[in-house]
């Protein structure tokens, strides 16, 4: 039993053995056989790939063959065109060179027939120069006989006569130009005088301003003097910052509980003094804080600057002016001349200038902007070059003004001649509103030497005895030699009194000359 069931499991070993072997044989087999069939397969692809490329290929090369056909083709036609078009200008050149040509042949042709005519002429002028000058040489001789023919007569000699001749007629001719100036001025003064009395009167007496002093400096008050400290700064810097974002210049020494800002601009003095009260009043004080407090004055001054100029608009009633205007305008709140603040000595004048009109029977409100706008070119007369008449002449032209209006300001110092009645009639506003009493001020040191300039002036004149300036240097009263200085001529020395005045001298509103002749007669009864 045991060598049965032994035998048994040694053919069953060896049966599995076996079929073990075939089994893997056949894998093998069938492995191999699948190994051949993909290398098949593969090569029918790879042969199907390159007969593709290779039709591909041939395809691009037709295509690129027919391609460079076309690209021939169309060079060659367009170089053939460039060709057309090169043989037509030429063409059109050479005809264009031909037609010049012959102009020029024309040209010549005329030009040598002229040359011909004018040497023709040239002969005949010669010789009427030659004949000419054959009757000014007989002229001349006879002129030369009848000179002497007549200083024989006269018993005077060619310059004695000449010199004694002009002597006379200049003698004459100042005599009778005297008496026509004279009788001419009396007339024009008394008419003059009636009707401006008249009209400057009705126009003065609607008018009352307030004025203020001309300033250079500024005094801001400080609660106590530790502020001082404060307001310099660690090493001058808060100082420093302040006149730098400003423009003015800080003066602090010994007078308790002050600081003086001294600036020309009254713009700048005017931001300095803001933005110090500002910061004295927050009592915070460094550069930082400086810059900002700077910058909210210069918003805050601003606006002050524009209310003063719409403020002098409805002052006016004036309408539909450009917003820099009202803004230059409102600028001159803070400009002075002679210690008359600018911007009140403009609405005066533009007042003064209604009122005129309305006497006149011209347009009232034509006049008052005229008026107001008369001195606008002091707001920026720093920054650009020309008197403020022209520039302001300029600056309105510029923002719309019209003509009457740019022409009246440009004139109201004649350096533009008038064209309208405007003109002058805001020329005497100016010099009404200027000139009169209390309107103005001066240094008392130019004042005294504007005065002894104008008795300088008047006595360097021949025949002047005595002058005396009165009226506050507003008028020069001159008293004259009598045998020296007659009548007729009173008014002509009156005259060039006041011109060599003009020239010599700078003054706020008018001087009037006044020349005084009087003839006295006495005697001592015994």
């Known amino acids: 039993m045991t060598m049965t069931m032994l035998t048994t499991a040694l053919l069953a070993a060896v049966v599995g053995a076996a079929l073990g072997v075939a089994v893997m044989t056949i894998f093998a087999r069938l492995r191999e056989t699948a190994a051949a069939r993909r290398a098949a397969l593969v090569g029918e692809q790879a042969e199907r790939l390159l007969e593709d490329a290779r039709r591909r290929a041939e395809a691009l090369e037709h295509e690129a063959s027919l391609r460079g056909k076309d690209i021939i083709l169309e060079a060659r036609a367009e170089a053939e065109r460039e060709a057309r078009e090169l043989r037509r200008e030429v063409t059109t050149l050479e005809r264009r060179v031909l037609e010049k040509e012959e102009a020029l042949a024309r040209r010549l042709d005329s030009l040598a027939a002229r040359d011909a005519e004018l040497k023709e002429r040239e002969g005949v002028l010669e010789g009427r120069e030659r004949d000419l000058e054959a009757k000014r040489v007989e002229a001349d001789a006879l002129l030369d006989r009848l000179r002497s023919a007549l200083e024989g007569a006269a018993g005077l000699s060619r310059e004695e006569a000449r010199r004694a001749l002009v002597e006379d007629i200049t003698n004459e001719a100042k005599a009778e130009a005297a008496k026509r100036i004279r009788a001419i001025e009396a007339e024009a003064r008394e008419e003059a005088d009636r009707r401006a009395r008249k009209v400057v009167a009705m126009a003065i007496e609607r008018l009352s301003g307030d004025w203020v002093a001309e300033r250079s400096i500024s005094v801001v008050p400080l609660p106590n003097e530790e502020m001082k400290g404060r307001i310099i700064g660690r090493e001058g810097r808060n100082i420093r910052a302040l006149e730098a974002a400003t423009g003015a210049d800080l003066i ?7 600081v003086v800002i001294s600036c020309h601009n009254p713009v700048r003095r005017e931001l300095a003094r803001l933005a110090l009260e500002r910061l004295i ?9 400086i810059e900002e407090i700077v910058r909210k004055a210069e918003k805050e001054l601003e606006d002050s600057i524009r209310t003063a100029g719409q403020n002098a608009l409805m002052e006016l009633d004036l309408r539909g002016m450009h917003q820099e205007l009202v803004r230059l305008v409102g600028m001159l709140k803070y400009r002075y001349s002679y210690a008359q603040n600018v911007l009140m000595h403009s609405i005066e004048t533009g007042f003064i200038a209604g009122a005129l009109a309305a ?10 902007r005229a008026g107001l706008l008369h001195d606008i070119g002091k707001a920026l007369t720093h920054e650009v070059k ?7 002449g300029d600056i309105a032209r510029r923002y719309g003004e019209s003509a009457k209006i740019v022409n009246a300001i440009a004139a109201h110092h004649e350096e533009v001649p008038a064209e309208t009645l405007l003109a002058p009639l805001v020329y005497a506003a100016d010099a009404l509103s200027g000139a009169r009493p209390g ?12 005065l002894e300039d104008l008795e300088r ?10 002058s005396y300036a009165v009226q506050a240097g507003r008028e ?5 030699d009598p045998g020296v200085i007659p009548d007729d001529q009173a008014a002509m020395l009156a005259r060039d009194v006041a011109r060599r005045i003009e020239q010599e001298l700078t003054y706020p509103g008018q001087i009037k000359v006044t020349v005084i002749r009087e003839t006295r007669a006495s005697h001592i009864a015994h």
């Not at 009043?281 to 804080?289: L, S, T």
């Not at 002036?457 to 005595?466: D, H, L, P």
């Not at 020069?476 to 004259?480: E, G, K, Q």
């Open 281 to 289: 009043a927050d009592g915070r004080i460094h550069p930082g804080r």
């Open 476 to 480: 020069i009263r001159i008293i004259v």
């Open 252 to 258: 602090i020494d010994d007078t308790p509980e002050v």
């Open 457 to 466: 002036i008047s006595n360097s004149f021949a025949g002047v005895e005595r």
């Open 359 to 368: 006497e006149l029977g011209l347009d009232p409100t034509e006049a008052r």
């Open 439 to 450: 309107a103005r001020r001066e240094a008392l040191e130019s004042y005294a030497k504007r």
């Open 386 to 392: 020309g008197s403020h008449a022209v520039v302001g």
